[in-house]
């Protein structure tokens, strides 16, 4: 038997901080790496103007991810976010008065009661959602699976096809306008980020979100109502997800079938990249916009350089696979920490 | 000062020289020097946090990071995993259960170890035919193909044991490998260790049960605070010499509680807090029918699987008896979950501190999350939750005495305190604890028997499931035994033995 020889293989204290907050460092330090590349690459990348491009570009997505993150921390998944927002979106115009060309058989309402009917709708959703994974018992991966459809059936009845291209007033302020030039859509995310990350450092239900991600059974040992908590954050991410429909059919200024279909990925993928454990209980909206900036500069800095615009896909889905890889990663060392501390 | 059971001028089979291991700055193992001879089995005990089981996972390559050295036969090595120490013949039955529960039992027993034919493919028949072999020996009948998971946590770690044993270690660890047997099911596995003894083998033979050390052990080793204190031959050591070298002298009385007899004493007049009529739970236990007064401690005992497991979660609304009725303070309810339970009153610590503690969470917040809700209503208030988690912290002598710990750096005694301290801020009426004092150092089952005994006193009602007799012994004010799902016998006001107590069992 040949064993290393008794030696110093010691780990030193800094090298174990740095293990421990791989998860905080590694998506920091890609978000720094991308930023320097781009910078060099392109000239009209390290801009102002393109600093207010990236952020209103990672806004629709970001109001959907702060809503999933809730979801991800509790251990689930949802796969109906960028459906749900379709959905909503389209509610909202449905029930906006178009113009005429528009051959949509819509029932125009007063705008806030417009609005007030796409919230119902992205509740309602949730709930549903909510019920099928806490009462039911179907898995939240299946059950949200089952909702992308739903949400996406519900926007192809309202629609058939056509395009709408209202939305109540507040709405399309909210996402298509500018105060003192800065796109108010932004200033929406902020909010977002901002309501989340204090609901979940500060309040109790953000500390039952985290207990009940990190461990489910004991949290139900200690007379959490874990049922209760899931549904709360899967209602939580509907909303979230619908709000991003209304003021993301405002931005585009339209309102249609599919709209959203890139998003689930890129809102799972801001959580994940992030740092957020997949496994749930640990991250936080911090990672979540650490992880929409390096999505976002990504996605804006490959349309600066010089490049095969089909490699650009391959590339994100390359990046995609390396935060996975650190993502589970970490979850390993700290399995066996916990192993160790058994 | 060390003693030799053996000729003491054959190489040892072991050797650990100058062990030190730290974790994060907080020393675990100092300066630690142990041996281990071949064909003997040496008994390890230490209170809650001596560094015992860190010492082990060195010595199994689960730590590789450690000042000293080691040497097997002789010769030096240094793991890097526990697959190099397997490789070099040391096996280890970790404190907690490391099964598989969605494998078949044929394949946990062969775990990473498994019979292959000539063509590379898993010989299934000859793997279930060897656990069958095997696990025969240890006197377990079980189909192999049965599911892990479904069998009862008793058996479950009997197979754990068996894998290890069997897979031709010849240094065999056992850290507190008994935790979850009955007494004959511990008195097979001793038998099954004096054969592996015979055969040349070493053992590590780690307990909390000292009676069980000095009946099984032909050397003694002591831990106190991450040092060894003393190594000696078995012969001519009691239980009281163990104590004093475990926690210090002046602690001579604690052996008294778990000991000889006790004389149970009802006290009549106390209000009925918690009545169940006939329950009853699929085929886990039937027609249960008993209550508990306020100001009593209810002791249920039953071997492991009889079903006692299954009502104490029923008492706390995790599982919902089929039949039968629950009355708290004489009202009847209906317990839907667990919240409801809390909110009735009724307070649960179960037996696995895995499903009670967040390991990566701080002590405080562990403490807390059960009475987030009286603290706070919407917004958290950590320094409220820091000053009731370091009452407890105190008050339980926890140690490392800070609330901001992670609980996952504690040792498995001082985790099981934090579990209790769950439950002793807003005083619930009912408190369920399903073996509450497993895996802990004599002195801090003296501590938690006296924890109890207080909340008992301010009038609280008190359930006490456990397999373990002295567990029951030490505390109840009136015993039921139950026996494959039904209770069999009532002990009030009158003096019992552990012997007694097995008989009706
Ligand atoms: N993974 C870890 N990280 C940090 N500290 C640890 C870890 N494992 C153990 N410790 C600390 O090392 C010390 C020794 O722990 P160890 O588990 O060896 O005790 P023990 O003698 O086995 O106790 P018990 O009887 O409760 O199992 C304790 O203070 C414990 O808190
Ligand atoms: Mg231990």
Not at chain 1, 91 to 119: C, D, H, K, M, R
Not at chain 1, 125 to 148: K, W
Not at chain 2, 82 to 108: C, F, K
Not at chain 2, 414 to 427: D, I
Request: aromatic letters at 6%; hydrophobic letters at 45%; glycine letters at 10%.
């Amino acid at each position: 038997m040949t064993f290393q020889q008794t030696s110093t293989a010691r780990a030193s204290k800094s090298s174990l901080f740095l293990r421990s907050q791989m998860r905080n460092i590694a998506p920091f330090a890609t978000l720094i790496l991308l930023l320097i590349f781009f910078s060099i690459a392109s000239p009209s990348f390290a801009t102002i103007d393109n600093a207010s491009n990236i952020l209103t570009q990672i806004s629709v997505t970001g109001i959907m991810a702060v809503g999933l993150t809730f979801v991800i921390l509790c251990g689930e998944i949802d796969l109906s976010v960028a459906s749900i927002a379709n959905a909503t979106g389209i509610v909202v115009a449905y029930f906006t008065l178009q113009e005429s060309y528009v051959n949509i058989a819509n029932i125009p309402v007063a705008g806030w009661l417009a609005v007030a009917l796409a919230l119902a709708a992205c509740t309602g959703l949730g709930l549903v959602n909510a019920f099928g994974t806490t009462v039911i018992g179907i898995p939240s991966f299946i059950m949200t699976l089952a909702m992308m459809q739903i949400g996406a059936g519900i926007s192809a009845l309202l629609v058939r096809g056509q395009i709408a291209y209202n939305v109540p007033d507040i709405v399309s302020t909210l996402g298509a306008s500018n105060v003192g030039g800065f796109p108010t859509i932004a200033l929406v995310l902020l909010a977002f980020l901002l309501v989340g990350h204090v609901t979940l450092t500060y309040t109790r239900f953000g500390r039952y979100i985290y207990m009940v991600g990190g461990n489910r059974e004991a949290a139900e040992y200690s007379g959490v109502n874990v049922k209760l908590i899931l549904g709360a954050a899967l209602v939580i991410c509907a909303v979230c997800s619908g709000i991003a429909g209304m003021v993301g059919v405002a931005h585009f200024g339209s309102a249609q079938q599919n709209e959203f279909d890139g998003y689930l990925l890129d809102a799972i993928a801001a959580v994940v990249v992030g740092g957020t454990s997949l496994f749930g209980g640990r991250g936080g909206i911090g990672n979540t916009i650490v992880g929409l900036c390096v999505l976002g500069v990504l996605n804006n800095g490959l349309d600066h350089i010089q490049i095969d615009s089909f490699l650009k896909i391959l590339i994100r889905g390359l990046i995609l696979l390396a935060a996975l890889i650190v993502n589970v990663y970490v979850q390993n060392i700290r399995s066996v920490e916990r192993a160790e501390g058994a | 000062m060390t003693t030799d059971p053996l000729d003491p001028s054959d190489t040892p089979r072991l050797q650990m020289q100058g062990i030190s291991k730290s974790f994060g700055g907080v020393a675990a193992l100092r300066d630690v020097d142990f041996t281990l001879r071949a064909g003997e089995i040496h008994g390890l005990v230490g209170e809650n946090g001596a560094g015992k089981s860190t010492m082990m996972k060195i010595i199994a390559g689960v730590h590789t990071d450690y000042e000293g050295k080691m040497l097997i036969d002789g010769k030096e090595v240094h793991f890097r995993s526990a697959r190099d120490a397997l490789a070099a013949g040391i096996g280890m039955v970790h404190q907690e259960l490391s099964i598989m529960p969605d494998l078949t039992v044929g394949e946990n027993v062969f775990l990473g170890k498994q019979p292959v034919t000539g063509a590379g493919i898993i010989d299934w028949r000859s793997m279930m035919s060897g656990a069958h072999e095997q696990l025969k020996s240890l006197g377990i009948d079980v189909d192999p193909k049965t599911r892990m998971g479904d069998l009862p946590i008793g058996l479950q770690q009997l197979i754990e044991l068996a894998r290890v044993i069997f897979s031709g270690a010849r240094i065999i660890i056992l850290d507190e490998p008994t935790s979850a047997l009955s007494p004959p099911e511990v008195q097979l596995l001793f038998d099954v260790l004096k054969g592996v003894r015979a055969s040349g083998r070493s053992i590590v033979f780690i307990s909390h049960f000292l009676d069980d050390i000095l009946s099984i052990s032909d050397t003694v080793t002591v831990f106190r605070n991450g040092k060894l204190i003393v190594t000696h031959s078995v012969e001519g050591i009691d239980k009281g010499w163990l104590i004093e070298r475990m926690i210090g002298a002046g602690h001579e009385d604690l052996e008294e509680s778990y000991t000889g007899t006790i004389t149970l004493a009802s006290k009549p007049g106390q209000p009925v807090v918690l009545a169940a009529e006939h329950l009853g739970y699929g085929r886990a236990y039937t027609d249960v029918t008993f209550d508990v007064k306020a100001g009593e401690i209810l002791g249920i005992y039953g071997f492991m699987g009889c079903g006692q497991i299954e009502l104490a979660r029923t008492l706390f609304g995790k599982i919902k008896a089929d039949t039968g009725t629950l009355a708290i303070d004489g009202r009847k309810r209906r317990l839907r979950n667990t919240t409801q339970a809390r909110a009735a009153g009724i307070a649960f610590v179960p037996e696995n501190r895995r499903s009670m503690l967040f390991y990566e969470q701080p002590v405080y917040k562990n403490v807390s999350i059960s009475i987030l809700g009286r603290i706070s209503r919407l917004w958290l208030k950590p320094n409220v939750e820091r000053a009731i988690a370091s009452k407890h912290v105190e008050s339980l002598s926890i140690r490392p005495p800070r609330a901001e710990v992670a609980l996952g750096a504690l040792s498995g005694g001082n985790q099981q305190k934090v579990a209790l301290a769950k439950w002793l801020t807003h005083r619930p009426k009912v408190l369920v604890l399903s073996e509450p004092t497993r895996g802990m150092d004599v002195g801090a089952k003296d501590d938690v028997v006296k924890i109890v005994r207080a909340l008992r006193d301010e009038g609280l009602a008190v359930i006490v499931v456990s397999a373990e007799p002295e567990t029951v012994l030490s505390l109840a004010d009136r015993v039921l035994v139950m026996k494959k799902g039904r209770i069999v016998r009532e002990f009030t006001n009158e003096t019992i033995s552990k012997d007694r107590l097995l008989e009706a069992a």
